[in-house]
């Protein structure tokens, strides 16, 4: 079963663009600490032992907190509710970092009210 660990995510600005996953390579550094910095959540801590171990991403390869993403990461197919194996403290706080970081960084989000 894995360790999962989460983190609030680094950023710099914030975007309501169309989402889409970032891969590896859409990030422009092979530190693997700073493009841990757009996820929120891993399989073997942070730093990650490997990209594949990273998930709920929520910044853009350019730096900007995604509105979109933290809704996807927040709800549907592919969010923290589709993590298999995260104890259900864990998800919770999860949860509330998505929604204090959407709450706070846009005006219009009404994320867990």
């Known amino acids: ?11 710099s600005g914030t975007t309501t663009d169309e989402w889409e996953e970032p891969r590896l390579e859409d990030v422009d550094t092979d530190d693997l600490s700073a493009v841990a910095d757009h996820f929120v959540l891993s ?4 730093p990650p032992e490997n990209f594949t171990d990273l ?10 907190l995604n509105r979109n993403a933290l809704q996807t990461a927040k709800s549907g197919g592919r969010g923290v509710g589709a993590v298999d194996g995260l104890a259900e403290d864990q998800r919770a706080e999860i949860e509330d970092l998505i929604d204090r970081l959407a709450n706070e960084r846009f005006p219009d989000a009404d994320f867990g009210e």
């Open 55 to 64: 998930t709920l991403p929520v910044v853009e390869p350019s730096g900007g």
């Open 1 to 11: 079963m894995p360790n999962y660990e989460h983190h609030e995510p680094e950023f």
């Open 43 to 46: 399989s073997s801590g942070f």
